[in-house]
Antibody
Framework: QVQLQESGPGLVKPSETLSLTCTVS?????????WGWIRQPPGGGLEWIGN???????FYNPSLKSRVTISIDTSKNQFSLKLNSVTAADTAMYYC????????WGQGTLVTVSS | QSVLTQPPSASGTPGQRVTISCSGS????????VNWYQQLPGTAPKLLIY???QRPSGVPDRFSGSKSGTSASLGISGLQSEDEADYYC???????????FGGGTKLTVL
């Protein structure tokens, strides 16, 4: 059974960097598929952040591209998200998923941007 | 403003059939497949339909997907109270080179 688990700080100060890691179990990310991040602000809809392949190839949401970095560590079966220069508008539930259908999701982690 | 357009709400009574639409353009729905997600209150979204009309294992056949041109639809027949949830459509957009979502439809079972 494929499982994904997000981890990282739940509170980030404005202008700082949001960092999250997704740990995958039950499937080797080296075996294929893209892996991605999706976020959802409180009471809002889903927003795609970006995807990464085992080779390191990435695709980013154009609206976030200047602030986002997604990386992958196949040895740890993990992939990570960094979003810099955060503001209150980046407060959201952050989900990691197995793309491209997003057939598996983590439970999500709430990140609040506040001083 | 979402790239894909969904009605914000839909409703039906138990046993009824409801349809949720998702409208896009030639760069997304018109050129790639559509996925649908169900999000129950307080939970992560769940893949309901992929590649326009395919159901993942475990999804009841009450749920169906279809696509024509630049629009897609999610059909739910034999509506049940546990179907009350938010539903989202998504597709790859060739112009944006990324995934785009609809704004979501809140389904109420009356």
């Amino acid at each position: 059974q494929v499982q994904l688990q997000e981890s990282g700080p739940g509170l980030v100060k404005p202008s700082e960097t949001l960092s999250l890691t997704c740990t995958v179990s039950g499937y080797s990310i080296n075996s294929g598929f893209y892996w991605g991040w999706i976020r959802q602000p409180p009471g809002g809809g889903l927003e795609w952040i970006g995807n990464i392949y085992r080779s390191g190839t990435t695709f980013y949401n154009p609206s976030l591209k200047s602030r986002v970095t997604i990386s992958i560590d196949t040895s740890k079966n993990q992939f990570s998200l960094k979003l810099n220069s955060v503001t209150a508008a980046d407060t959201a539930m952050y989900y990691c998923t197995r793309a491209r259908f997003s057939d598996y999701w983590g439970q999500g982690t709430l990140v609040t941007v506040s001083s | 403003q979402s790239v894909l357009t969904q009605p914000p709400s839909a409703s039906g009574t138990p046993g009824q059939r409801v349809t949720i639409s998702c409208s896009g353009s030639n760069s997304n729905i018109g050129s790639d497949t559509v996925n649908w997600y169900q999000q129950l209150p307080g939970t992560a979204p769940k893949l309901l339909i992929y590649s326009d009309h395919q159901r993942p294992s475990g999804v009841p056949d009450r749920f169906s997907g279809s696509k024509s041109g630049t629009s897609a639809s999610l059909g739910i027949s034999g509506l049940q109270s546990e179907d009350e949830a938010d539903y989202y459509c998504a597709a790859w957009d060739d112009s944006l080179n990324g995934v785009v979502f609809g704004g979501g439809t809140k389904l109420t079972v009356l």
